[in-house]
């Protein structure tokens, strides 16, 4: 069995224009594939719970592509290393609460406690996330839901234009997400990438022991400075988180 999964690994990328990884083995485990799938979401998460789905496509592993326009087109531009798909890892992973328990105790906020506050004011947190092929295509796909003083707010600021939204299909939480990726970068939510400094590599010349010792500043990867919702898609159907993320794993790697 092991030798047909071999087999069955991909020899080429997303897109068949390059040869995949020399040293990408297939990991398998005849025990653990009969395991049951592990849990994507939060079990404490209700089913009246609003979350969104948002997608990022991929071209391969850490290449991200504008979704826009289906031009596959990378989101970095020019030569040399990328940290677009690190760094907006981080964000996201930044946003994953300590603890679930506030999924269902949304009146505790008006209470004064702090549980399940958005962190850095962004209003939302980051309940799951998994990169997979879908559809033809190999996405990061990520499952957001609104934190509780974003709640709190937006049920003390309804008003007749809210409800006017409403009515569209849109609800305030989806229009939030679509205005905070189109406003923002990824140095905007990151504040820290911009004190990111180049380690020197410092080293002898044993060729020559006369020569001086050698120091070399390695350039920073580069970073999209783009807006995020170039690169990052809400999917506007209320249900799509769930029905992505309980969809039947066929494999894990």
């Given amino acids: 069995m092991s030798q047909q999964v071999e087999a069955a690994r991909s020899q080429a990328s997303t897109q068949g224009r390059q040869a995949a990884g020399e040293n990408t083995q297939a990991v398998f485990d005849l025990e653990s594939s009969y395991e049951p799938a592990p849990t994507t979401l939060p079990t404490t998460l209700p089913p009246q719970r609003e979350t969104l789905l948002l997608s990022v496509h991929l071209s391969s592993n850490g290449e991200i592509v504008q979704h826009r326009n289906r031009s596959n087109r990378s989101v970095d531009t020019g030569e040399g290393l990328s940290a677009t798909y690190t760094a907006l890892l981080s964000w996201l992973l930044s946003l994953v609460p300590g603890h679930f328990g506030f999924l269902g105790d949304e009146g505790k906020v008006a209470q004064g406690s702090t549980a399940g506050s958005g962190p850095q004011g962004w209003g939302f947190h980051v309940l799951g996330l998994q990169q997979l092929w879908f559809e033809e295509q190999l996405k990061l796909v990520v499952v957001v839901t609104p934190s509780l003083d974003f ?101 894990l790697w």
């Fill in 151 to 251: 709640a709190t707010a937006a049920r003390t600021t309804r008003s007749s234009k809210g409800k006017r939204d409403e009515v569209k299909g849109s609800s305030r939480f989806a229009q939030h997400m679509t205005k905070l990726l189109s406003t923002n970068t990824l140095f905007s939510v990151c504040p820290w990438l911009p004190s990111l400094v180049s380690v020197e590599a410092k080293g002898e010349r044993p060729e020559d022991k006369n020569a001086p010792p050698y120091a070399y500043s390695p350039p920073l990867p580069k970073i999209s400075t783009k807006p995020l919702s170039t690169f990052v898609q809400v999917n506007p159907d209320p249900q799509a988180a769930r029905k992505i993320f309980n969809i039947p794993v066929g494999f």
